[in-house]
């Protein structure tokens, strides 16, 4: 079956625009996890999606970032007026975790590359 | 709140002999743990996890850890290495409680040299 996908693989953009980045979860995944991975940082987690309730926006840099999780699935997160600290891997995962499944290992996408210029 | 140490950046071990690849934590309660595998340019891959039970966990491609409460570790091995194995490996915590999102530790970088 097919895995997590992430759209684009790369993206350069200049300091200031906005960028858009996807994620295609398993099918069938309630969980939705988005980690950015950059030099220096290392693995950083950014936000939660579980089902219909509210994300877990803890890890969010700042107020440039959002994201969002459309009828459960594809999630996009949205970084405005990028800056170059932004230049990093967004990661998303997915799994299949319901309330008390805490052991459930996530499945990473690729990554979308993301550089500010 | 939660931590992990992954103490050594590159690790470095001919083909043939034994790997390990170590990993500590630091959370309260009980201690969901987790390895993961990073080729270059790809996401990262699932290896094994620590929930409960036997504290010896066997994962993918014969990398197995072992979970030890009173040194609060985590350590991969492999008995085996193969020069395929060399990549980056990340240990990773969630902790007890509602929090879903992983802790991970800062990678290490293992090179099996032929």
């Given at each position: 079956?097919?895995?997590?996908?992430?759209?684009?693989?790369?993206?350069?953009?200049?300091?200031?625009?906005?960028?858009?980045?996807?994620?295609?979860?398993?099918?069938?995944?309630?969980?939705?996890?988005?980690y950015?991975?950059?030099?220096?940082?290392?693995?950083?987690?950014?936000?939660?999606?579980?089902?219909?309730?509210?994300?877990?926006?803890?890890?969010?840099?700042?107020?440039?970032?959002?994201?969002?999780?459309?009828?459960?699935?594809?999630?996009?997160?949205t970084?405005?007026?990028?800056?170059?600290?932004?230049?990093?891997?967004?990661?998303?995962?997915?799994?299949?975790?319901?309330?008390?499944?805490?052991?459930?290992?996530?499945?990473?996408?690729?990554?979308?590359?993301?550089?500010?210029? | 709140?939660?931590?992990?140490?992954?103490?050594?950046?590159?690790?470095?071990?001919?083909?043939?002999?034994?790997?390990?690849?170590?990993?500590?934590?630091?959370?309260?309660?009980?201690?969901?743990?987790?390895?993961?595998?990073?080729?270059?340019?790809?996401?990262?891959?699932?290896?094994l996890?620590?929930?409960?039970?036997?504290?010896?966990?066997?994962?993918s491609?014969?990398?197995?850890?072992?979970?030890?409460?009173?040194?609060?570790?985590?350590?991969?091995?492999?008995?085996?290495?193969?020069?395929?194995?060399?990549?980056?490996?990340?240990?990773?915590v969630?902790?007890?409680?509602?929090?879903?999102?992983?802790?991970?530790?800062?990678?290490?970088?293992?090179?099996?040299?032929?």
């Amino acid at each position: 079956g097919a895995g997590v996908s992430q759209s684009p693989s790369n993206k350069v953009t200049e300091k200031g625009k906005d960028v858009e980045l996807r994620c295609d979860p398993i099918s069938g995944h309630t969980a939705l996890y988005w980690y950015r991975q950059s030099l220096g940082q290392g693995l950083e987690f950014l936000i939660y999606f579980q089902g219909n309730s509210a994300p877990d926006k803890s890890g969010l840099p700042s107020d440039r970032f959002s994201a969002e999780r459309t009828g459960g699935s594809v999630s996009t997160l949205t970084i405005q007026r990028t800056q170059q600290e932004d230049s990093a891997v967004y990661l998303c995962a997915s799994s299949s975790s319901y309330r008390g499944g805490r052991g459930d290992e996530q499945f990473f996408g690729p990554g979308t590359r993301l550089t500010v210029l | 709140a939660q931590s992990v140490a992954q103490p050594e950046d590159q690790v470095n071990v001919a083909e043939g002999n034994p790997l390990t690849v170590k990993c500590t934590y630091s959370v309260s309660g009980n201690p969901y743990l987790f390895w993961y595998v990073q080729y270059p340019n790809r996401g990262l891959q699932f290896l094994l996890k620590y929930i409960t039970g036997d504290n010896l966990v066997k994962g993918s491609y014969g990398f197995e850890a072992e979970f030890n409460k009173s040194q609060t570790s985590f350590h991969l091995k492999k008995p085996s290495a193969l020069v395929s194995d060399s990549a980056l490996y990340f240990c990773a915590v969630r902790p007890s409680g509602s929090a879903r999102q992983l802790t991970f530790g800062s990678g290490t970088q293992l090179t099996v040299l032929p």
